[in-house]
């Protein structure tokens, strides 16, 4: 082997060390979903349970960044906690037409101040969520998480 082969097998070899600790540092560090959109289900989970707090640590990031987004605040840091989602009868409540109340709670916090979130929607019962309750369940709580979203990007 001649000597420039060595230098390049070493200088080669020193490249993907050097890459392998650089990327190996880089994929240990922390960092939030979508830009600077952090979601806490952590009490809606003991609350809750899963799969209804599995849904919105997946949904929220998500409508949160582009919610935020459409009001000009893109990538702006703001952490959510959500504390619990009240889904109403789902055969039918006392509003207009039979719909029933669901709600949201939780809390949306900018720059260290937490500004506490109720958002509310309307479901509508229909026969075929009766046999498809856990896919009816997540819808509504996909809406819920639209509307926490829409609200919380108002008011940061």
Do not use: C
């Amino acid at each position: 082997m001649s000597k420039f082969e060595i230098k390049r097998r070493a200088v080669l070899g020193a490249f993907v060390l050097t890459s392998i600790v650089v990327l190996s540092g880089a994929l240990a560090q922390p960092r939030a979903p979508f830009g600077g959109v952090r979601v806490d289900v952590t009490s809606l989970r003991a609350e809750a349970g899963d799969p209804t707090a599995r849904w919105v640590a997946e949904e929220l990031p998500r409508a949160l960044t582009e919610a935020l987004a459409s009001v000009g605040r893109a990538g702006a840091p703001v952490r959510a906690r959500i504390d619990s989602v009240i889904l109403g009868p789902s055969s039918g409540g006392q509003g207009p037409q039979g719909a029933s109340p669901d709600q949201i709670l939780g809390e949306v916090i900018v720059a260290g101040v937490a500004q506490p979130l109720r958002a509310s929607t309307s479901y509508y019962p229909m026969a075929v969520d009766q046999a498809l309750a856990e896919q009816s369940n997540h819808n509504r709580v996909s809406q819920l998480v639209q509307a926490f979203a829409y609200w919380a990007a108002r008011e940061v």
